[in-house]
């Protein structure tokens, strides 16, 4: 099938345009690790930041190989080489409070994600069955939540009252459930065939053994969608560990990361390196390894579960 030119024209502003979107959403990555691992030096250049160290000695290195002067091209790759730095990663690897800090959230990321996705099948599960008594009106309920905050202060007494103030429980309760991922999987849940279910009935089968030996594995789309969007909220949050949370050892990683990010404390770094060479990092090189070590787990998560993201969502959105 031949293409017009008008399409061909189309295709290609498609092109252009997804490219252009697809460097801006890359290119703050690029630039951060850029920044971690060059000198200072190279670190407090202005202008653009794709590759670590000194691009011209880079540039001249590829020169050199194509003129087939080995030589050369091996000092100047071997120049290049020696100018990255891996100071502002050892610093921030072997600071205490960032380990604990990763330890809390790859605690809170975990525990929470299963107990979310636990609890939120076991509120889609009777929703999505139509024998279920005031089904509609308790989805109604649901949904009604989904419009109204009680706010901060009353979100605070909640928990205060529950003794979860600078408790690690604090992370994974006030949020365990949310409306729309039991909508959501209620509606995935509901484009299972009813007759498996009624086939297990028969065969004597428990609504709970119906839930986790039928409905679960059938559902994995829709609980990896769920569980992703869980993990990522939970691994990004901070603003729970400074409002709840003023014990140091059950602080998360976000909240250290804020703390040098925002209000640019780097003695925190600091304390964790014996004998630093001050002459290869800069507070921005510290800042640019935090947010590289920060991101790198749910960047290695996310390609595993992509691939039922889309089917999920699809399925999960259809209406009753």
Same mark, same amino acid.
């Given at each position: 099938?031949?293409?017009?030119?008008?399409?061909?024209?189309?295709?290609?502003?498609?092109?252009? @345009?997804?490219?252009?979107?697809?460097?801006?959403?890359?290119?703050?990555?690029?630039? =951060?690790?850029?920044?971690?691992?060059?000198?200072?030096?190279?670190?407090?250049?202005?202008?653009?930041? @794709?590759?670590?160290?000194?691009?011209?000695?880079?540039?001249?290195?590829?020169?050199?190989?194509?003129?087939?002067?080995?030589?050369?091209?091996?000092?100047?790759?071997?120049?290049?080489?020696?100018?990255?730095?891996?100071?502002?990663?050892?610093?921030?690897?072997?600071?205490?409070?960032?380990?604990?800090?990763?330890?809390?959230?790859?605690?809170?990321?975990?525990?929470? =994600?299963?107990?979310?996705?636990?609890?939120?099948?076991?509120?889609?599960?009777?929703?999505?069955?139509k024998e279920m008594?005031?089904?509609?009106?308790?989805?109604?309920?649901?949904?009604?939540?989904?419009?109204?905050?009680?706010?901060?202060?009353?979100?605070? @007494?909640?928990?205060? *009252?529950?003794?979860?103030?600078? *408790?690690?429980?604090?992370?994974?309760?006030?949020?365990?459930?949310?409306?729309?991922?039991?909508?959501?999987?209620?509606?995935?849940?509901?484009?299972?065939?009813?007759?498996?279910?009624?086939?297990?009935?028969?065969?004597?089968?428990?609504?709970?053994?119906?839930?986790?030996?039928?409905?679960?594995?059938? *559902?994995?789309?829709?609980?990896? =969608?769920?569980?992703?969007? =869980?993990?990522?909220?939970?691994?990004?949050?901070?603003?729970?560990?400074?409002?709840?949370?003023?014990?140091?050892?059950?602080?998360?990683?976000?909240?250290?990361?804020?703390?040098?990010?925002?209000?640019?404390?780097?003695?925190?770094?600091?304390?964790?390196?014996?004998?630093?060479?001050?002459?290869?990092?800069?507070?921005?090189t510290i800042k640019?390894?935090?947010?590289?070590?920060?991101? @790198?787990?749910?960047?290695?998560?996310?390609?595993?579960?992509?691939?039922?993201?889309?089917?999920?969502?699809?399925?999960?959105?259809?209406?009753?």
């Amino acid at each position: 099938m031949k293409t017009t030119l008008g399409g061909r024209i189309f295709d290609t502003c498609n092109l252009a @345009l997804l490219g252009i979107f697809g460097f801006l959403a890359v290119y703050p990555f690029l630039y =951060t690790f850029s920044i971690s691992l060059s000198g200072s030096a190279e670190a407090q250049r202005q202008g653009l930041h @794709l590759l670590p160290g000194n691009p011209a000695l880079l540039a001249k290195a590829a020169e050199e190989l194509l003129r087939l002067d080995f030589d050369a091209a091996g000092r100047a790759g071997r120049a290049y080489a020696d100018g990255l730095s891996f100071t502002a990663y050892r610093m921030v690897l072997n600071n205490r409070e960032i380990l604990i800090g990763y330890a809390n959230t790859v605690f809170r990321t975990v525990v929470g =994600t299963l107990l979310t996705l636990l609890a939120t099948a076991l509120g889609a599960y009777p929703l999505s069955r139509k024998e279920m008594p005031w089904r509609k009106r308790l989805a109604f309920f649901v949904l009604f939540t989904m419009l109204f905050g009680g706010g901060l202060v009353p979100s605070y @007494l909640v928990v205060k *009252s529950l003794h979860l103030v600078n *408790s690690r429980l604090v992370y994974v309760l006030p949020g365990l459930v949310a409306a729309f991922n039991v909508l959501i999987m209620k509606s995935f849940f509901q484009s299972i065939p009813e007759s498996l279910a009624e086939s297990a009935k028969i065969d004597g089968a428990s609504e709970f053994a119906i839930l986790f030996r039928i409905y679960l594995p059938l *559902s994995t789309p829709i609980l990896a =969608t769920v569980g992703l969007w =869980t993990a990522v909220g939970h691994w990004n949050s901070w603003f729970d560990g400074l409002l709840y949370i003023t014990d140091n050892s059950k602080q998360v990683l976000q909240v250290f990361l804020q703390r040098i990010v925002i209000e640019n404390s780097t003695e925190m770094i600091e304390k964790g390196i014996v004998n630093p060479d001050v002459l290869s990092f800069t507070p921005e090189t510290i800042k640019a390894a935090t947010v590289i070590v920060t991101i @790198l787990p749910i960047l290695f998560l996310y390609p595993f579960v992509q691939k039922y993201f889309v089917k999920g969502i699809m399925i999960g959105g259809v209406k009753e």
